[in-house]
């Protein structure tokens, strides 16, 4: 495996650059939040409840921010407090209303829609595609009347109104946190239901299949004519590390998503089992790295890609941050060290049995060269 060398200056200037624009945002936002052509609109600070703790307690919530629109407005949120005690004691009817009108698919599209600018009715129907302008109606009267929407007049465009503006954000904010974790579950489910990737009987899982679908994804590099060399190394805690040359896993935000596509090639059960190109004797599904990821304690990736070194750990399946630069390189490639969850996996990983599967790999395909390594 070829080892990325390291320019520590050229390192060291990337993060002062980063600190400084730091720097200037928290001057910025010290100075009220506003810069020279933009307006800012500042919510009402909530008042904070001033009260000792005691044993019943449940906390507070505090939290702040500052919001940018389409025409270069700027409202800014400043240090606001909720005592948990008072969230859990709101008025349920009240509450409902304005979560109620928020719960349909179409009126939040109007809301998020509305969210980049003020449109007319006959706009939000063509740009959501409803089709009539009487569904629409439906829908505006209910946001109307919890106070989440405002029209200029009647036929004008409607808007949100700027005092909803960062609750919203806030709300959807919430909402996409709640998602992430949704999609964590099915990782958790993966483990609970391990037999259905892995085939053999509880008590025999067998660690060589998640290497063998790590492996199966350095074949398809190869495959697509890029991926000519990769090391196996089993290492003393028995992780494992699968190097290979290959372009390395791509590192950009999909599209309409806020995630890179490594971390949804790590982290996507539905998307990407279905194409796994593995599938255990007796499995049911397919393993494909989500899968590998699940059930394993600990997983780190490295890319090697676009004259960087990207890293990003996960511990079963959950990533622990983001994908990181951490290095410049010239090589490309892509290395994943793999804890199997030895509450799962009781099988030692032997020498023996990866050399036959190399060997079953190197007869379908000569020029990968496959090496193997062990602590």
Known sequence: MMVSSRNVEAELDVLKAQLEEVHQLVRRLASDGAVPGQRAFEMPLTQSVHQSYDREDLGELNYSGSYYNSTNELYHLPPCQRRVSQLLTLDSDKAAKVLGALGHK??????ISLLQGPQTG???????????????????????????????????????????????????????DLNDASDYMEMAEARSN????????????????????????CIQEHQAGYCT????????????????????????????????????????????????????????????????????????VEIRREGRVFRQDYKQGIPQGGLRTIGITQDTGTSITFLPDNKLFRLAIETDILAAQVTIINEAHPELNIRIHRE
């Open 122 to 176: 006959p706009q939000l129907v063509e740009r959501l595609h409803m089709g009539t302008t009487g569904q629409l109606y439906h829908h505006t009267k209910a946001l109307l009347g919890a106070d989440l929407l405002v029209q200029e007049e009647r036929g004008g465009a409607y808007s949100v109104p700027k005092h909803r503006i960062m609750p919203l954000l806030l709300l959807l904010s919430a909402a996409a």
């Open 229 to 300: 060399e990769v090391n196996l190394f089993v290492h003393q805690d028995r992780s494992v590390t699968v190097a290979d040359n290959g372009r390395g896993i791509p590192v950009n935000v999909l599209p309409g998503h806020d995630v890179t596509q490594a971390q949804s090639v790590l982290t996507d059960m539905g998307r990407f089992s279905r194409s796994a190109s593995f599938t255990a004797p007796g499995g049911e599904q397919g393993i494909s790295m989500a899968v590998v990821n699940a059930l394993s304690s600990t997983l780190s």
């Open 194 to 217: 391990a037999g259905t990737y892995l085939g053999a009987p509880e008590d025999e899982y067998d660690p060589h299949l998640l290497i063998q679908a790590v492996l199966e994804n």
């Open 106 to 111: 179409q009126r939040l599209e109007i809301l």
